[in-house]
């Protein structure tokens, strides 16, 4: 299989997949942030460059889609559609889709997870502070599963969470024994974050990882808006379906 270079710095920038009058659905490419952040590198971020190009600067983001996710980021366009958005998402009333490439192949079709999320602590094997795992005091995360397609011995998984725990899916799907393609805190290789803090992206982490992010991609988002049902949607990301591809040559 092919292993694709590091995406440092990125190569794509965000696009509009749907404006509507109080929002905007844009398509995050990988290694984007949502919105700027304090970091030790100057990374680009959606909520900016959007703001750049339309000259509003009421544009504000909802949810956040992690750095390495790529996928449907909404961005409200005023004051009003923010807070109508802050009730949709506390409320738990928006449908967010995602797709995803893991190493193995489940003994199940479809399966829903039930079990609680929270920080493992340091200690044992655990070297990373953020990471997250099942836990018996942890707080209530629900995500539903589905195999999409399998391949030499990777699989390709759509994911429904219906809880919005940090890292949920990239945790559950660990905990359920398919670390996914790229992860460097919950994938097969333990140092992997650790080493990406001191080096960075380099072409021998990458090949190691087989991919230089995380094989995660927001599909699809879905809720009710003005008495009506919105969806929509955005192809799995251009590099992860090359990686699928490769996937199948190497089958």
Same mark, same amino acid.
């Given at each position: 299989m092919t292993v694709r270079t590091p995406l440092l710095p990125p190569t794509e920038k965000p696009r509009v997949l749907v404006e509507h009058? +109080? !929002?905007? @659905? @844009? =398509?995050?490419p990988a290694l984007w942030l949502t919105h700027r952040v304090r970091a030790r590198v100057d990374v680009p971020d959606v909520l900016t460059f959007m703001q750049a190009e339309t000259g509003e600067? +009421?544009?504000a983001p909802p949810h956040r889609l992690d750095r390495e996710t790529s996928g449907t980021q909404l961005l409200s366009r005023d004051a009003d559609a923010a807070r109508r958005f802050f009730t949709l998402f506390k409320t738990h009333l928006v449908g967010k889709t995602y797709l995803?490439? @893991? =190493?193995? %192949?489940? +003994?199940?079709? #479809?399966?829903t997870l039930d079990a609680p999320l929270g920080d493992l602590g340091l200690g044992g094997a655990n070297k990373v502070v953020i990471r997250q795992a099942v836990v018996p005091d942890g707080r209530p995360a629900v995500t539903? !599963? #589905?195999v999409v397609e399998r391949r030499a011995g990777f699989t390709l998984i759509e994911a429904y969470p219906r809880s919005g725990r940090l890292h949920q899916i990239r945790a559950h799907l660990s905990h359920l024994g398919l670390p996914m393609v790229g992860d460097k805190i919950?994938? #097969?290789? %333990?140092?992997a974050f650790l080493d990406f803090m001191q080096t960075g992206q380099t072409p021998e982490l990458t090949a190691r990882l087989l991919l230089p992010r995380q094989a995660l991609h927001a599909a699809r988002i879905a809720f009710r808006w003005a008495g009506a049902q919105f969806a929509a949607e955005a192809p799995l990301a251009a590099d992860l379906r090359a990686f699928w591809e490769d996937v199948q040559e190497a089958g």
């Open positions: 009058p +109080d !929002f905007y @659905v @844009v =398509h995050k600067k +009421d544009l995803a490439i @893991v =190493h193995g %192949s489940p +003994d199940w079709e #479809r399966y539903d !599963f #589905r919950y994938g #097969r290789d %333990s140092q």
